[in-house]
């Protein structure tokens, strides 16, 4: 049902207008999926369900939040007040969660203008003042930007002493897997799993390119899911500090 109203609104509706009413929207989508069983952390909605994509993530249907986003929060809630964030290419429930937050300095950004955001800049040449954050949110964006290295220099350069930076990407076993000369978007699906992907990180390797620019690096692994939340195992966050 979630997919075919989807469409229908796509098809209906010009996409800023559709990004502008999509609150509105959901409200009422939420309706059909109405319930006790499950909860969701960004819009504080409760559930009967989650909806499940074809690729098996659970998203809730008031908000559009994804579990990786519900991690989030759960990981930083009680560590926001007070903090100066910058955020890379958020969702659009997260980037209005954090809006509305008067407790936080939070600062969105991106590159390709696709989501919601208070600015525009390159990653890999950030128009922001070194040490100046407290708090710096990267989630599946460095598998998008060729240089990598300077996209991580820059991120420690604007990051506060003491400060912290936390990258999700999507990994692999073994090693990274790149290759220059891989550049239409069929290959790039073909190779790295999506078209607009670069890479594939595995795990060590991307813990490793981190600390070549100074991080220290905590890889934070969660084997358990979460029903409630709507939280699989599995997933991988490296918590890098300055």
């Not at 559709?18 to 960004?42: D, M, T």
């Not at 809630?77 to 659009?92: G, H, I, Y």
């Not at 550049?183 to 790295?192: S, W």
């Amino acid at each position: 049902m979630y997919t075919r109203l989807k469409n229908m609104a796509l098809k209906l509706l010009p996409k800023e207008k559709l990004v502008r009413y999509e609150p509105y929207l959901r409200k009422v989508l939420s309706i059909f999926y109405r319930g006790s069983k499950c909860r969701c952390n960004i819009c504080n909605r409760a559930l009967g369900r989650f909806v499940r994509l074809d690729n098996g993530e659970k998203l809730c249907p008031g908000c559009g939040s994804l579990g990786r986003t519900r991690r989030l929060y759960l990981l930083l809630e009680d560590r926001l007040a007070q903090k100066t964030v910058l955020d890379f290419s958020p969702s659009r429930s997260w980037y209005r969660m954090m809006k509305s937050r008067k407790d936080i300095d939070y600062t969105a950004t991106d590159y390709s203008n696709e989501f919601l955001a208070d600015k525009r800049m390159d990653i890999a040449r950030l128009e922001e003042p070194s040490n100046r954050f407290d708090l710096v949110i990267c989630y599946h964006v460095l598998e998008h930007v060729p240089d990598d290295s300077a996209a991580l220099s820059e991120l420690y350069r604007v990051m506060k002493p003491g400060g912290q930076c936390l990258v999700q990407t999507p990994f692999r076993e073994g090693s990274i897997y790149e290759d220059a000369s891989i550049v239409t978007p069929g290959e790039r699906l073909e190779h790295f799993g999506q078209e607009d992907h670069v890479r594939v990180y595995s795990v060590e390797g991307l813990k490793e390119r981190m600390e070549r620019q100074g991080f220290d690096v905590e890889v934070k692994r969660f084997d358990e899911a979460d029903d409630v939340l709507g939280l699989d195992a599995g997933e991988i966050v490296l918590i890098a500090k300055k």
